[in-house]
């Protein structure tokens, strides 16, 4: 017998989940229950919603420090539409980009709102510019900005965020709630075949945010997620998936 093991990993943030594979010999019953097991397994590593993709984008491009932005326009610069701030949007981040340098790839995560408060258009973003407010405020040039530093502890961490991001309803049927810059890396996905008796464990250096483990007669899963505590930044390499 022998269980799949998938992980998603997003910079300091991990999730694991470990399911029953169904074999040829496996009677009716038994099939059943593995299946059973394996799409309510599978159903924990779903992105459901559109902030707990932003989480896991957020936990994969940046960390605690990074500034945490709210654009807003003044009078003379408020805008008429959404298409025309996502112009302001992409003239900002060339002007960010331009702040720092060609050796270092601006990353940004943005949400564009104004159906909420005075209803006043602005934009919500977390990036990786090193420099000051000032400098963002420089290149921003329509209005006044708010920025701190990002947070990841009880309070405040990437969930927060991105349900703070994606709080807001869209326009239209099928509009993104959030976009974010190619420059951005994507969670890295690792799924193999592990022995029947394998059983996830959280590594040390890691606080766990959700476990659930259910055994059945004929079929069990495991999901934990976890985040490591020291803040190290996102950077993935190709790595070899370990077989049995």
């Known amino acids: 017998m022998a ?7 997003a910079g300091a943030l991990v999730r694991e989940v470990l399911y029953p594979r169904i074999g040829r010999g496996d009677s009716d019953r038994v099939r059943a229950a593995k299946s059973k097991a394996s799409s309510e397994a599978r159903q924990r590593m779903n ?31 408020l805008p008429e539409s959404r298409k025309q701030v996502s112009r302001h949007m992409t003239q900002f981040r ?27 258009w602005h934009v919500h973003l977390i990036c990786n510019f090193p420099g000051d407010c000032q400098k963002i405020a420089a290149a921003w040039r329509r209005g006044l900005i708010y920025a701190e530093p990002f947070r990841v502890d009880a309070k405040k961490n990437h969930e927060t965020l991105a349900r703070y991001i994606c709080k807001e309803s869209r326009d239209k049927v099928g509009l993104r709630a959030w976009s974010y810059s190619r420059s951005c890396s994507k969670p890295e996905v690792e799924t193999w075949t592990v022995p029947d008796d394998t059983q996830l464990s959280v590594p040390k250096g890691a606080a766990v945010i959700e476990q659930v483990r259910d055994r059945r007669e004929y079929g069990r899963f495991e999901y934990v997620k976890y985040r490591y505590t020291a803040p190290v930044r996102p950077h993935y390499r190709r790595r070899r998936k370990p077989r049995k």
């Open 3 to 9: 269980m799949t093991r998938k992980i998603v990993t």
């Open 47 to 77: 992105d459901r919603v559109s902030w707990q993709k932003c989480e896991m984008m957020i936990a994969a491009n940046f960390v605690p420090g990074d500034p945490v932005v709210c654009l807003t326009y003044d009078d003379r610069h």
């Open 94 to 120: 060339a002007e960010l980009q331009k702040l720092m340098g060609r050796k270092t790839k601006l990353r940004i995560l943005w949400s564009i709102e104004h159906l909420h408060g005075e209803k006043r």
